[in-house]
């Protein structure tokens, strides 16, 4: 997945997420509003079957694997074509070029296409590379949903600071591998009943969170006593940060460092970003 990102970005496309989980019509309806000339899949192409608009290609990086595979016939010219092609993308890609679209819940009943700037995408990440303190050594989390743009606040700023990625389905599902994680990002839900089941068992916590030094909290607004049961649960080398913000406005557009502070009705989303 992650290195279709960057081939789609080298290439000076856009990408846009589509879950082969979701209803026909909604796959369908995602393809024709946002003008998709390719669909790259893996193995999911059944999920579109019926829904493609016309003249939409499709490439499956399992069933059309030969295309790309060294020692064809044609390779050497086709690298000669794609290097030409690669040239002229990258030197029409400008900072007001798409980077992404992230379809959400529209007010509509339609969802509704969110359409990221390379320019925005840029301010955020370098931005967060700063707020989370990220640096060569890091390892961080992917575990949320190409669809959610979770996903961005993961992935860009880890590569930017020239930190690791370590994919897991498991929030912690790799603490018994060498490259434990070092940051973990969360959506408030998420934190919140993870909290709840900590304050039951706090050494757990502590072993799981051992080699985590900032915990990433988003989305939605934290709960004051949530915060407070953390500092009772937490190790005291693992930091809080609280990030806020609509998909609109690109990943996140405020943040703050989170403590508790025990006359607090509120917890703060912080300053703004650049």
């Known amino acids: 997945m992650v290195e279709a990102l960057l081939a789609i970005w080298q290439a000076g496309g856009a990408y846009v997420p589509l879950d082969p989980g979701y209803p026909a019509d909604r796959l369908g309806y995602m393809l024709s509003d946002s003008g998709c000339k390719v669909v790259l899949t893996q193995g ?15 490439l499956d990086l399992e069933a059309d694997a030969w295309r790309w595979a060294p020692g064809g016939a044609d390779e050497e010219a086709d690298v000669g074509r794609s290097d030409v092609a690669l040239g002229q993308a990258q030197r029409e890609l400008g900072s007001r070029r798409l980077a992404y679209v992230i379809y959400t819940s529209g007010s509509t009943g339609r969802p509704k296409g969110v359409m990221v700037e390379h320019r925005s995408l840029v301010n955020y990440a370098l931005d967060a590379v700063e707020w989370f ?45 060498q490259h434990r994680p070092t940051m973990v990002h969360l959506t408030a839900a998420h934190w919140h009943t993870l909290v709840g089941e900590w304050a039951l068992e706090p050494q757990r ?20 006593y949530k915060v407070a049961q953390w500092e009772g649960v937490r190790p005291a080398h693992t930091r809080l940060i609280n990030t806020y913000g609509p998909t609109e406005i690109t990943v996140s557009c405020s943040a703050a460092y989170v403590v508790h502070e025990p006359q607090a009705s509120r917890v703060s989303i912080g300053k703004p970003f650049a």
């Open 44 to 58: 999911t192409g059944p999920a579109l079957a019926g829904v493609l608009p016309a003249g939409v290609v499709t």
């Open 133 to 177: 303190g990220l640096v060569p050594g890091d390892v961080v989390l992917q575990q949320n949903s190409l669809n959610f743009d979770l996903s961005i606040e993961e992935i860009v700023p880890a590569w930017l600071a020239g930190a690791a990625l370590a994919p897991s389905e498991e929030l912690f599902g790799l603490q018994a591998l």
């Open 205 to 224: 916590a502590r072993d799981l969170l051992e080699s985590v030094k900032l915990v990433n909290v988003t989305g939605d607004a934290l709960s004051p």
